[in-house]
Structures are given as structure tokens and as C-alpha cells.
């Protein structure tokens, strides 16, 4: 391993992570968030003192279909090519990419204050629908954008979602996106289970937007309800939803709709973005995210409130509403 004599007592992974280009350029600072195949620091350009967000991917752990030549950078990560090709406000922007021997360096746009979904849900929020459509709808108008290259994201989570105080959401972590082409069908699913499809958790091969509904369906739910809407493989392909408490219809269409069992009859990105709810009038300027999240900075101590293990769990109960959306179909024609 390369010996790096300016750092010190922070381990070798992070020198060797830091070194080369990169660090003649930026103050590596403080973590913002623990990835599977490599860490996310905050950092501060030495020039003018920009503080951005840099994942550090170690090259070791990119799998070897990943990989792509780019006209412009050379043999990279498939995730940096697509990245930089990228531009739009539901999508985090990448600045620059550095690498040295064993990393890659993702210096991207620091937004809001490195909160994703994930924790934003794990404070319990005091969210109410409108805000929760103006959320949603960020989330859909990025995959549109993606979805209108022919790219799909293929790891649509809570986690993959960041925000800022704001209510601004942007999509982050292109590891597993894929282009679609036409005809193409994927054998493998390469994303998080609990996002996973009834059909390709079956074993069939697949388009691939369908199955991305489905997780932008799980997305929501979770983001309703604060848990996960099937608890394990078996409920997920029996495709029997209990949600916890009602919402209004227009937001249970959505969620049925989304999670419909049949790929053919789940929402698009298109029948979303004509949808009323999704697209309901909403004035952000309402809801601080103090407010919201009860407190900036300090997690509640309410003694309802328990730090989950990922993924959110799904609270076993019964409750009242199974009978009435067992007819997904016969629901989904009222839209
Ligand atoms: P992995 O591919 O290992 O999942 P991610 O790209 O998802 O890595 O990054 C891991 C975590 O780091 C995210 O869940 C998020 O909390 C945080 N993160 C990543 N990129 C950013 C960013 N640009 N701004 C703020 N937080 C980020
Ligand atoms: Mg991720
Ligand atoms: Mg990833």
C-alpha cells in the first residue's frame, strides 16, 4: 500500500483513499454518510474554500461490469461516466472526478446538510400529504429525466435520496444504474431487497422501469407510514399491503398503484406526472424543516421513538384497512 507521511492516525484506508491530485486540491473533512463500496466525507476546496461532498469508490470493490471507457475520462466507473453526463435540479450535480491508484474521487455538490430519506424518516417527521407529494413529485421528475436518457437508476431507496432544508430532494448513488435499450431484458437484480419486485424477486427477466416504480412505491409508503411495506420475500410476492392507518384516496391510489402487483398495471413516471394527487397544490413556504423534523439538530427522545435498524421495520399489526384495498383493480378504476 502507498505510504502517505502528511496523514496521520486516521488509518490507511482513508490516506490511501485521499491521496494523489485529489488532496493537493481539498481539505478532507468530516464523514456524511457510510456506503458499501467506499465513504463519503465533506470537503472543502482549498481554493476558495467550497465545501462539496466527495465519495471515495474504491476500485477494488467496482464490479467488473461497471466499468466503462469514457471519451473524456479514461477507464472509469461506470458511475462517474454517467454522472457527469447528467444535469438537473432532482439530481445531484458531480463536479469533478479525481483518481489515484485504488480510488476514484466523486467531488460532488454538497446539498443541505448530507441528510438522506433514510434518517429524515428515522426522526419521525410531522409530515402531512401535501408536503409528502411535493417531495415525491422531486423524486419522479428526476427518474423522468433519467428515464428520458434511457437511464435507469436501478437503486431508488430512502438512502439514495438526500435533501436539504428546503424540502429539495435530490437522487445520489449511480452504481447500479444500467441504460435501457430497446428489447434489452436484465437477468439479475443488483438493487436492495426490500425494494425488489414481486415479479423479479420470481425470477423473471425484466425491462426494468417497472421494477423502479415498484421501489419509488416502497420509497413512498416508507416515507408515509415510517415503515417498510412487506416485511420479508414471501409478503413482498404476496403482494398483500396493511397499511397501518387510512390516507387520503388520492395517496392510497398511488400507493396501490405503484405496488401493483402486475408490472402491465403499475403507474409510470407518465401516469404519474398527470396524476392529481402527486401534483396537488402545495405552498412550501409553510413548512419549516424545524418544524417538520421537531428539531434541526437533536434526535427526539420521546419514548415512542427508537433508533431503527435498517431497513425501517415493518410494525406487525393488524388494522383495518385490509379488506378494503384487497381489490386493487376495482380501487385503481376510480382514478
Ligand atoms: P453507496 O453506493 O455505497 O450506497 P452512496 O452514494 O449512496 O454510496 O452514498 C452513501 C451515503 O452518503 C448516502 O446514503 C448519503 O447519506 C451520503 N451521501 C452520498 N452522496 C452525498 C451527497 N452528494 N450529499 C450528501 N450526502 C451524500
Ligand atoms: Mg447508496
Ligand atoms: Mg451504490
Redesign the pocket.
Known amino acids: 500500500t502507498v505510504q502517505d507521511p502528511h496523514q496521520h492516525s486516521t488509518g490507511s484506508e482513508e490516506s490511501l483513499a485521499v491521496a494523489g491530485v485529489y488532496r493537493s486540491c481539498y481539505d478532507t473533512l468530516r464523514p456524511?454518510?457510510?456506503?458499501?463500496?467506499?465513504?463519503?466525507r465533506l470537503a472543502q476546496r482549498k481554493s476558495d474554500k467550497q465545501l462539496v461532498?466527495v465519495?471515495f469508490?474504491r476500485k477494488s470493490g467496482v464490479l467488473k461490469d461497471c466499468w466503462v471507457h469514457d471519451r473524456d475520462m479514461g477507464l472509469v466507473a461506470q458511475?462517474i461516466s454517467l454522472l457527469a453526463r447528467l444535469n438537473h435540479p432532482n439530481i445531484?450535480m458531480l463536479l469533478e472526478a479525481y483518481e489515484n491508484e485504488c480510488y476514484f474521487q466523486l467531488v460532488?455538490?454538497?446539498?443541505?446538510d448530507?441528510?438522506?430519506l433514510?434518517?429524515f424518516i428515522e426522526r419521525c417527521p410531522k409530515i402531512t400529504e401535501p408536503l409528502v407529494s411535493y417531495m415525491f413529485r422531486q423524486v419522479v421528475a428526476g427518474l423522468s429525466y433519467l428515464h428520458g436518457k434511457n437511464i435507469l437508476h436501478r437503486?431508488v431507496k430512502d438512502?439514495?435520496i438526500?435533501m436539504n432544508e428546503h424540502f429539495h430532494m435530490?437522487l445520489?448513488?449511480?452504481?447500479?444504474a444500467a441504460y435501457m435499450e430497446p428489447g434489452k431484458l436484465f437477468h439479475t437484480f443488483c438493487g436492495t431487497l426490500e425494494y425488489c419486485s414481486p415479479e423479479v424477486l420470481l425470477g423473471n427477466s425484466y425491462p426494468g422501469p417497472e421494477l423502479e416504480m415498484w421501489a419509488l412505491g416502497v420509497t413512498l409508503y416508507t416515507l408515509v407510514f415510517g415503515e417498510n411495506p412487506f416485511f420479508d420475500v414471501e409478503e413482498t410476492i404476496s403482494g398483500h399491503l396493511q397499511p397501518p392507518y387510512f390516507t387520503s384516496p388520492g395517496l392510497m391510489k398511488v400507493l396501490l398503484w405503484l405496488l401493483h402487483p402486475h408490472p402491465k398495471s403499475r403507474a409510470t413516471l407518465k401516469d404519474l406526472e398527470r396524476d392529481r394527487w402527486t401534483n396537488q397544490e402545495v405552498d412550501i413556504s409553510q413548512f419549516s424543516f424545524e418544524s417538520v423534523l421537531g428539531c434541526a439538530v437533536t434526535r427526539p427522545t420521546d419514548d415512542k421513538m427508537f433508533h431503527s435498524p435498517k431497513p425501517h421495520p415493518h410494525k406487525d399489526k393488524p388494522h383495518p384497512l385490509s379488506d378494503d384495498i384487497h381489490d386493487i383493480d376495482r380501487l385503481l378504476d376510480t382514478k
Do not use: T, Y
Open positions: 456524511v454518510g457510510k456506503g458499501a463500496f467506499g465513504f463519503v461532498v465519495k469508490l458511475e445531484v460532488m455538490e454538497k446539498h443541505g448530507g441528510l438522506d433514510f434518517e437503486d438512502e439514495n438526500i435530490k445520489i448513488d449511480f452504481g447500479s
